[in-house]
């Protein structure tokens, strides 16, 4: 099973400062990760796909980048509304795995 | 505009059954793969099983093998997760999720609650 670990665990961000979230494979992905964003009491929303392709009405502040076995998502000038926990999820290899989540909060 | 409702949540005591639905509307469903993931406080998000939209093909993590079994009713646009021998740690809240590999769009949750 393909591990994925991020860093932060929590990361509290003033208003139009950015943020950068890490994910780290246990083994190669390729390009086969994915960024989701969950705010409490929601589903999670896919945000990112394929390591840094955009999704039709994410906006533009968040990117992504990466392959192999290290992955960057960016939130650049942070917005209040972007306060929400952010997990990768790898479908390379079965079982898919998710990783443990980032919490990011506002200042 | 897609929807996906889950229902069939519910209480039940370990080594019983329950069977999910995930009710799809606003695309082809029978041309996308599908995913159930659970998610509970002490896990995170747990990928659970996913059935393909080309040939049915299905997979499922290991811990559920032999116990839960996914699939389709493409003239309903309904997904399905039949659980049987539910242990205590299957609990959690449920989503169905479009899409085979990113999951493009995820249902409200139903919860599965799972104690003695």
């Known amino acids: 099973e393909i591990v994925l670990t991020q860093s932060p665990d929590f990361q509290s961000v003033t208003p139009k400062g950015k943020v950068t979230i890490t994910c780290r494979a246990s083994q190669t992905v390729g390009t086969s990760l994915h960024w989701y964003q969950q705010k409490p009491d929601q589903s999670p929303k896919l945000l990112i796909k394929y390591a840094s392709q955009s999704i039709s009405g994410v906006p533009s502040r968040f990117s992504g980048s990466g392959s192999g076995t290290d992955f960057t998502l960016t939130i650049n000038s942070l917005e209040a509304e972007d306060a929400a926990a952010y997990y990768c999820h790898q479908t390379t290899n079965l079982p898919y795995t998710f990783g443990p989540g980032t919490k990011v909060d506002i200042k | 505009e897609v929807q996906l409702v889950e229902s069939g949540g519910g209480f039940v005591q370990p080594g019983g059954s329950l069977r999910l639905s995930c009710a799809a509307s606003g695309f082809t469903f029978g041309s996308y793969g599908m995913n159930w993931v659970r998610q509970t406080p002490g896990k995170g998000l747990e990928w659970v099983s996913a059935?393909?939209?080309?040939?049915?093909?299905?997979y499922y993590t290991d811990s559920v093998k032999g116990r839960f079994s996914i699939s389709r009713d493409n003239s309903k646009n309904t997904l399905y997760l039949q659980m049987n021998n539910l242990r205590a740690e299957d609990a959690g809240l449920y989503y169905c999720?479009?899409?085979?590999?990113?999951?493009?769009?995820w249902g409200q949750g139903i919860l599965v609650s799972v104690s003695s």
């Open positions: 999720a479009k899409n085979q590999w990113e999951l493009v769009y």
């Open positions: 059935i393909s939209g080309s040939d049915d093909s299905t």
